[in-house]
């Protein structure tokens, strides 16, 4: 191929050398038009809200009433900074997170990383998996080990002989479904000044449950697996454009980054929107009724009544197996790249199996293994909790990175944080790091 001159020269200011070795460039698309904006900030939402974060949530609210809802306005900006830091590492190194750590930390900090990335994602997977099962069990009578078993297989034959984009295009929309959270918690009628108070006052409760909760919900919303796949992404769409050689995908530019964060926006904006009324549906409803224990699906659906009577348990699975087909696989597959960028395996969804068996045989232990979590008798509800407890745990050492990483002129040159974006990020990594150490003082003392 011909060269072409260089379109976006500020893509390489950081790097001289760049310029010279540069054959050939193709502009990432920039997003014209509502619809196309909604779908993509749907991927990462969706993956935000997926069937742990959807279990969490209803227990929040059915556990401590609208007294958590305050947490909503305060996550969005941290749930936005994680996701948004990592797809600018992607962007500017042209590299997933794990290929940045390996080629500039430690090996020992970069096994520890692993080691817990990869725990926390199969765990997750193997709680979303089940809470799958049990919220189609709520419509289809089939015991729940059989349907973990039938989407484990679905998902599978879905990734290594389809695509994850095809995957998400399916089902990016059920998730819509979540929004019927919205409806219900409105027509509850919960009093507004009570509300009002809980959003925009704290309260904390300095016990071990109670710490407990907010470790999880934070877990869940700032799950580590979002960090990973978001640099992952970045990577595979400039491979689709054409651009295969690490050389041709450094670098970015601000009108890039300014159209990652729109999207991101609105995608945490959807996750943020669907936490705050699944809380409150579930305070307007299984609180009130002083039912504050959820251990089965169909009590999770029951915030649901009060907008579709008795189809709550229809729409509630609808909207959980949608979720859980777009997040599983982003966990699953997550891993797979952390330990493919870690060892030095040949990755990317992008490649046919045979041309990296490592990485489409990653995926498949990761998934099996998260099926087999199903059949010792666990809680589905309950793990869907404790796996947000889990990432919540691995989400400030793996915070500590993105944040050393995006402020290290030699990784990101030019494209290192702003005063604003270092201020919310380091605010979110010390928040999440403090919850962590309450909650195991708590449980010590």
């Known amino acids: 191929m011909a060269a072409q001159p260089d379109q976006f020269p500020e893509r390489r200011r950081h790097d001289p050398t760049l310029e ?20 993509l900030g749907l991927i990462t939402g969706a993956a935000d809200d997926d069937p742990s ?43 997933g997170l794990f290929a940045v750590i390996k080629q500039h930390y430690p090996r020992w900090l970069l096994h520890s ?33 059989w349907i973990v078993i ?22 990016r929309w059920l998730a819509l479904a979540l929004l019927a959270y919205l ?3 409105l027509l509850a009628k919960p009093q507004l000044g009570p509300v009002l108070r809980s959003t925009l006052i704290p309260t904390i409760h300095f016990n071990r449950d109670f710490l407990a909760m907010i470790l999880a919900i934070i877990g869940t919303s700032l799950s580590s697996y979002l960090y990973t796949w978001q640099s992952n992404q970045d990577v595979e769409e400039d491979i689709s454009m054409g651009r295969r050689r690490l050389i041709d995908r450094m670098g970015t530019t601000k009108a890039e980054l300014s159209h990652s964060a729109r999207d991101i926006a609105f995608g945490m904006f959807f996750s943020a929107l669907v936490m705050y009324f699944i809380v409150l549906s579930t305070a307007a409803t299984l609180f009130k009724a002083h039912i504050t224990e959820i251990s089965t699906a169909a009590q999770a659906a ?36 952390d330990l493919c960028q870690t060892f030095g395996w040949p990755h990317g969804l992008h490649k046919a199996p045979r041309q990296c068996r490592e990485f489409y045989l990653s995926i498949g232990i990761v998934t099996m293994i998260a099926m087999a979590m199903n059949f010792f008798g666990i809680n589905p509800i309950k793990a869907l909790v404790w ?24 990784i990101m040159g030019r494209w290192v ?26 449980w010590l003392f």
């Open 387 to 410: 796996a947000g407890m889990v990432q919540g745990f691995s989400t400030p050492f793996l915070m500590l990175m993105v944040m050393l990483i995006t402020n290290k002129r030699a």
């Open 113 to 145: 990383a692993l080691i817990g990335v990869v725990i926390g994602n199969t765990i997750e997977a193997g709680a979303d998996l089940g809470g799958m099962a049990a919220a189609l069990n709520l419509i289809v009578p089939i015991p729940i080990k």
């Open 20 to 39: 010279a070795r540069y054959q050939s460039h193709t502009p990432r698309p920039v997003a014209k038009g509502v619809f196309r904006s909604i779908g």
């Open 302 to 337: 029951q915030a649901l009544s009060p907008l579709a009577g008795k189809a709550a348990g229809l729409l509630f699975a609808i909207g959980v197996v949608g979720v859980g087909f777009v997040a599983v696989p982003v966990m699953t597959t997550g891993a797979a790249y």
């Open 53 to 95: 974060a959807i279990g969490t949530y209803a227990s929040a609210g059915a556990q401590y009433g609208t007294s958590l809802l305050w947490m909503v306005p305060v996550l969005y900006p941290m749930m936005f900074a994680v996701v948004y830091l990592s797809s600018k590492i992607g962007q500017v190194t042209g590299q």
């Open 150 to 171: 039938g989407l484990t297989a679905t998902m599978l034959l879905f990734q290594v002989f389809g695509s994850y984009t095809l995957i998400r295009n399916i089902f």
């Open 417 to 442: 944080n702003t005063p604003y974006l270092n201020l919310l990020g380091w605010i979110t990594t010390i928040s999440v790091s403090l919850v962590s150490l309450g909650l195991v003082i708590s």
């Open 183 to 185: 409806g219900s918690a």
